[in-house]
Structure formats: structure tokens, C-alpha cells
């Protein structure tokens, strides 16, 4: 199962320096380990943009 991060109902929060909650906000994903429905029927993409913003990915190496 995949996770749908373009998902409007997609939540990420940090909670300590390592630490990262990632939840549904309407409750329809399983919570350990979180994985979103297959064919969730509760699937809306996001409208606004992230056009501007800085995301940062765990899985990158610090750059030097």
C-alpha cells in the first residue's frame, strides 16, 4: 500500500528531531504503518501548490 502525500487529508508532523507522525485526518489510513487505502474513496488532491516552499527529505545527505 502506498502512502498518498498529495492528498489533502495527508498530515506529517515532527514531532522530535527524528521522530514523525503521518496520519489521515479523516482516520481511513492504518496507523502502524501508516499506509493509505487502496482506492481510498476519500482521495482529494491537493489545490493550493508547495511552488515556493522548501521541503526537506530524510532520505537526502546533509549538503556539505
Known sequence: MAIEKDCRHYVMQTVRASERIER???GA??????ACPEG????????TSSAGWH???SDRPDPD
Open 24 to 26: 489521515c485526518r479523516l
Open 40 to 47: 481510498c474513496v476519500f482521495y482529494e488532491s491537493r489545490r
Open 29 to 34: 489510513s492504518q496507523q502502524i504503518p501508516f
Open 55 to 57: 521541503v526537506a527529505e
